[in-house]
C-alpha cells in the first residue's frame, strides 16, 4: 500500500472549485488523485504516469470517486503537448515526485537495496537505459560524476572503483550484489549512519529515469499551463528535486535583478507568479509514514 505523503496539505493547497480541472503529474497509486476527484464532481482530473502497473491499479481506485478522469500513461515531460491536445488552461497541477511505495516494495523493479532483484530501477519498463547499464557500462569517471551529482555521495570515488575493479571478474546482475560491494568499500564509521548504498541508489535511480532534467522541463511547461489563479503545487523528496523547484519558483516570482532598484518597475517585468507555501510535512506524518522524512511542498500561483 502507497501511503500518499502531504496528503491533506497539498489538497488543500491545490484551492479546488467543484469545477476545477487538474492534472496530477503524478498518479501512482492514485492517493492524491481519489481525494482530487473527490472534491470537483463537476471538474476533470488529468492524471500522468510512465509506470503502467501504477495506471492499472489506479485506475480502478479512482473510479469509486468519479468518472470525470483520463489517465494518460506516459512521461510528465510531455505534459505541454499531451495538455495542448486536450484543453486550454488548468485550474491545479500537482507533483508528488520520486518513486511510489508499491515500486519500492516490488522486489523486481531492482529499486531497492533490501531485496535481491536484477539491477533495472526504470519507472518506465519500456525505456531502454537500466541500472544494469549504468553500473555495468559507465566509466570510472562516469560513475563517479552521478554518484556526487545525484547522490552526494562522499565516498563516490572508492565506490566507483570498487564497482569497476569487480566488473573485471563478472558483471554486476542485481541489487544486493551492489549494495554488498558498496558497503565493503565505505569506512565502517559510515555504515553506522543508515544504509550506505542508500545515496548510490539514489544516484542510479536518477539517471535511469533521467529525474532532474525531465522535472525542471515540465515543471516550466506546467507554469506555462496555468489559469489566473491557478496554482501548483510540489512535493519533492530529495534536496536535488527541491532545489530545482525553489530556483524556478524564485525566478517566475520575482523582478529580475538587474530591474529592482527601479522606481516603478514596468509591467512586463512584473513577476506572473507568487509563492504561496513552502511547508515540511507535520511531526504527525513524520511519525506515521517514515518516507516521508525528506519531503517538502512547495506552493506558487498565477496571479
Ligand atoms: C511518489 S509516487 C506518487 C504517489 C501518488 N501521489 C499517490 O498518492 O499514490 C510517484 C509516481 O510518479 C511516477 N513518476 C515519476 N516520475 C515520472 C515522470 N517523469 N513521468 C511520469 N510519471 C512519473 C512514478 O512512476 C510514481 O508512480
Not at 548504498?197 to 532534467?213: D, G, S, T, W
Not at 517585468?269 to 515540511?280: D, G, Q, R, T, V
Given at each position: 500500500m502507497h501511503i500518499s505523503v502531504l496528503l491533506e496539505e497539498a489538497v488543500r493547497y491545490l484551492n479546488l472549485k467543484d469545477d476545477s480541472v487538474v492534472i496530477d503529474c503524478t498518479l501512482g497509486y492514485g492517493g492524491h488523485s481519489f481525494e482530487i476527484l473527490k472534491r470537483i464532481p463537476n471538474g476533470f482530473l488529468y492524471a500522468f504516469d510512465q509506470d503502467k502497473e501504477a495506471t492499472g491499479k489506479a485506475k480502478a481506485r479512482l473510479e469509486e470517486a468519479g468518472l470525470n478522469f483520463e489517465i494518460i500513461n506516459t512521461n510528465f515531460k510531455n505534459i505541454k503537448e499531451e495538455m495542448l491536445k486536450r484543453t486550454a488552461k488548468v485550474d491545479g497541477i500537482l507533483f508528488d515526485l520520486g518513486v511510489s511505495s508499491p515500486q519500492l516494495d516490488n522486489a523486481e523493479r531492482g529499486f531497492s537495496f533490501h531485496k535481491d532483484a536484477p539491477l533495472d530501477m526504470r519507472m518506465n519498463k519500456d525505456s531502454k537505459l537500466s541500472a544494469y547499464d549504468v553500473v555495468n557500462g559507465y566509466s570510472f569517471e562516469r560513475l563517479i560524476g552521478i554518484f556526487y551529482k545525484y547522490g552526494e555521495e562522499k565516498y563516490s570515488k572508492a565506490i566507483a572503483k570498487a564497482i569497476v575493479k569487480y566488473r573485471?571478474?563478472?558483471?554486476?546482475?542485481?541489487?544486493?550484489?551492489?549494495?554488498e560491494i558498496i558497503k565493503e568499500?565505505?569506512?565502517?564509521?559510515?555504515?553506522?549512519?543508515g544504509h550506505p548504498?542508500?545515496?548510490?541508489?539514489?544516484?542510479?535511480?536518477?539517471?535511469?529515469?533521467?529525474?532532474?532534467?525531465v522535472f525542471e522541463i515540465a515543471l516550466r511547461d506546467a507554469l506555462s499551463l496555468l489559469k489566473k489563479g491557478g496554482r501548483i503545487c510540489v512535493i519533492t523528496f530529495h534536496s536535488l528535486e527541491d532545489k530545482i523547484c525553489k530556483?524556478?519558483?524564485?525566478?517566475?516570482?520575482?523582478?529580475?535583478?538587474e530591474?529592482?532598484?527601479?522606481?516603478?518597475?514596468?509591467?512586463?517585468?512584473?513577476?506572473?507568479?507568487?509563492?504561496?507555501?513552502?511547508?515540511?510535512?507535520?511531526?504527525?506524518?513524520?511519525?506515521?509514514?517514515?518516507?516521508?522524512r525528506s519531503d517538502r511542498m512547495r506552493v506558487i500561483e498565477r496571479g
Open positions: 573485471e571478474n563478472k558483471k554486476i546482475e542485481t541489487t544486493l550484489e551492489l549494495a568499500n565505505v569506512p565502517e564509521k559510515y555504515r553506522r549512519l548504498a542508500r545515496k548510490v541508489f539514489q544516484a542510479i535511480r536518477i539517471e535511469v529515469n533521467n529525474e532532474l532534467e530556483q524556478i519558483f524564485n525566478e517566475v516570482s520575482s523582478v529580475p535583478a530591474l529592482r532598484d527601479l522606481p516603478v518597475i514596468p509591467d512586463e517585468y512584473k513577476p506572473k507568479f507568487k509563492l504561496i507555501a513552502n511547508i515540511s510535512p507535520s511531526d504527525e506524518e513524520i511519525l506515521n509514514n517514515s518516507r516521508e
